[in-house]
C-alpha cells in the first residue's frame, strides 16, 4: 500500500515537472496545447495549472485568438519572480553567490577570494557566509545550488576535487543543515554546458561536445539531448607525456599541464613577469608579435 502511494505521488511530480518545464519553454501556452504536447488528459492539466497557479509559478496572461465562435482558451506564462534561487560557484581562487529569479536573472552579486591556505572548512565557512548574506534580501528563496571543480557522487553531494584538494567532503549534508533548504551540487563544467546547451544549441542540435578550459580541460557531451555519462569528465587528467612533469592530481604528463588555459597563463606570468588575468590578452600579444606569448602558446 505505502509503495502504491508513493508511485502515485512520484508521478503526480513527474507530470507537474513535465508541464513547468512546458510552460517554462513554450510561454505563453493554453490548457488544450499542454495536453497535446504532454500527453496528459485535461483534467490532469487542469489539477496540476490549478497548483501551479496556487503556487504563483505561473500566471494567466490573456487569451488565444482563434477563428470563429467559441470561448477563447486562456493562456499561462511561466513566473520567474515567485521564487528565489541562491547560486554559488567555487572555483581554486574565489567564491561567487548570486540572488536569483528561477530563470537566472541576477539581482544580487556578490565574491570573496580564497587565500591558497584554505582547506575544505574554511571555504565552506565562506560559502555559508555568503548565503546568509543573501538570505537576508529576500524571503522567497526555496533552494541552494553550487557548482565547483571535481566529481560529485550521485545524489550523496559528497566532493572530490583534486584541484580544490577536497576529500570526500560532504557538501551536500552541511550546507543543507546549515540553512533547512534543499541543495542541488553540480560539476561547474557541466553545469556551463547545461547552460550553454539549453540557450544557444536550439531542439535540432542534440548531439554535442562541449569543452571547458578555464580551469583545466573538462569535456562534456550531449546525445540525443542528454548528458552522456560515458564520455563526460576530467580530459586534462589524461596522460600525454610519458614520465613527464607532476599534475596536482598527482599523476605525471597529464594533457592539463600543457595547454589548459590556468597553464598558459602561468606560464606567461612567470616568464614574462606580466601579471596579465586573461588568456585574451595573451592571445592579442601573441598576434602582435610578443615572443613570450608565442612561446607559451606553441
Partial sequence: ????????????????????????KFSPVSRNQLAVNTN??????????????????????????TEGAGRRATLLEFNPGAKHIISVNIEPHEVQAAL???????????????????DADRVLKMVEKEISKLMRKSDLVIAVGIS???????????????????K?????????KAFALPLYIINNSINKAMCAFRNMCGDNKNNVVFLDLVLGIDLVSFYNGR?????????????VIKDGPKCFCGNRGCLELVCSEEHVLNS??????NKTSELDEVLELAEKGDKTAKQVLK
Avoid: C
Wanted: proline letters at 1%; a positive charge; zero cysteines.
Fill in 1 to 24: 500500500m505505502m509503495n502504491s502511494v508513493g508511485n502515485v505521488q512520484l508521478m503526480q511530480r513527474l507530470n507537474r515537472i513535465k508541464v513547468m518545464q512546458y510552460i517554462r
Fill in 40 to 65: 496528459l488528459s485535461l483534467s490532469s492539466i487542469t489539477n496540476i495549472v490549478n497548483f501551479l497557479l496556487e503556487n504563483k509559478l505561473v500566471v494567466e496572461v490573456g487569451r488565444l485568438d
Fill in 100 to 118: 536569483t529569479d528561477l530563470s537566472g536573472n541576477i539581482f544580487v552579486f556578490n565574491k570573496a577570494a580564497i587565500d591558497k591556505k584554505s
Fill in 148 to 166: 565547483l571543480p571535481g566529481h560529485i557522487s550521485n545524489g550523496m553531494g559528497i566532493v572530490n576535487s583534486s584541484i580544490l584538494q577536497w
Fill in 168 to 176: 570526500n567532503v560532504d557538501v551536500k549534508g552541511r550546507i543543507e
Fill in 227 to 239: 548528458i552522456n555519462e560515458s564520455v563526460t569528465g576530467e580530459l586534462g587528467h589524461t596522460t
Fill in 268 to 273: 606567461y606570468r612567470e616568464i614574462s613577469g
